[in-house]
């Protein structure tokens, strides 16, 4: 019933690859076993690989079980229980978001326009590069992108030069990014205009003269993931596998704060909640435990 009901646009996440496991474990259940003790065989099931094709991570379960909660709440609402019914998560800890440093933003950017590091000093700075491969253009605008503007992978990919119904759009005239289209309804996943950095505004106006549809289009038309392109410039960039497009965001957020912006506004501009961005990058903010430092440079009350 919860993935029935939903719009189209609001599944671009996992949420169908859960339904199988979760219907497989709970499926012969009513609603009134679910509670902390099948939760937490079900967590166990999962990161033992007793349950699924293979074992999985403790937070990829966990991520789960939230579907299952927010089935069983839209349920709820919908008037088909007479009860909410609790799902138990498994607390854990929750990672720090993986960022890209300047270099390796321009690593990345490099990789993606077909050029690999040849060396690197003492500092881990690149001392010089070679081409090995042909540029992938729209890699590297996607790249740039997603460094300016802390938009999410498929809102990027889907900008377009004009308004439209259906996707978000550019507007150089008015300096706006658009990342929703005109008929696009808000969905949890926020996607909220903002204002096109003064940096980006040169890498816009030159790639509108260069594509059609929109920033990110390859061959005449937009894609619709970036995967392979984005891989293959991480590899030749000689970073990690933990770099995803999600990165990019993550980056955004974290450079903004670094330079002192303030969190309320951040979150406007990277159309994400304040309490989140609080609790998983508010240690970058400058003065992030200013006070407990300098609380040891205050002198007492004399004795």
């Known amino acids: 019933?919860?993935?029935?009901?939903r719009l189209p646009d609001d599944h671009k996440?996992?949420?169908p690859t859960h339904i199988m496991w979760l219907a497989d474990y709970f499926g012969e259940m009513t609603c009134h076993q679910v509670n902390e003790?099948?939760?937490r065989a079900y967590v166990i099931a999962r990161a033992t690989g007793t349950l699924g094709h293979m074992a999985v991570k403790e937070s990829t379960a966990k991520r789960e079980l939230e579907t299952l909660s927010a089935a069983l709440n839209a349920t709820w609402k919908a008037g088909?229980?007479?009860?909410?019914?609790p799902v138990w998560k498994p607390e854990g800890d929750e990672q720090e978001a993986r960022?890209?440093?300047?270099?390796e933003a321009a690593r990345l950017i490099r990789g993606a326009l077909g050029f690999k590091p040849?060396?690197?000093?003492?500092?881990g700075r690149v001392t010089g590069y070679e081409r090995v491969a042909a540029p992938q253009y729209h890699v590297a605008r996607f790249i740039i992108l997603g460094l300016y503007s802390a938009t999410r992978h498929a809102a990027i990919l889907g900008l377009r030069w004009d308004r439209n119904p259906t996707s978000g759009s550019v507007d150089l005239k008015e300096q706006r990014i658009y990342r929703r289209g005109t008929e696009e309804r808000q969905t949890r996943k926020?996607?909220?205009?903002?204002?096109?950095?003064?940096r980006l505004l040169p890498h816009l106006r030159r790639w509108r003269r260069l594509t059609v549809i929109g920033p990110c289009e390859y061959a005449g038309k937009l894609i619709q993931r970036q995967k392979t392109g984005f891989e293959a410039a991480r590899v030749r960039a000689m970073l990690g596998d933990d770099i995803t497009p999600h990165t990019l965001k993550h980056t955004a957020i974290t450079w903004m704060l670094q330079k002192g912006v303030a969190i309320w506004e951040v979150a406007g501009f990277s159309s994400t909640s304040s309490k989140l961005i609080e609790r998983r990058y508010g240690h970058h903010c400058p003065d992030h435990m200013e006070n407990a430092r300098n609380a040891f440079s205050r002198r007492g009350p004399k004795e």
């Open 190 to 198: 926020r996607r909220n205009p903002c204002p096109i950095p003064k």
């Open 118 to 123: 040849t060396g690197f000093d003492e500092h």
């Open 37 to 39: 003790d099948t939760c």
């Open 99 to 103: 960022w890209l440093t300047r270099d």
């Open 1 to 5: 019933i919860y993935y029935d009901q």
């Open 80 to 85: 088909k229980l007479d009860r909410p019914i």
């Open 13 to 15: 996440g996992p949420e």
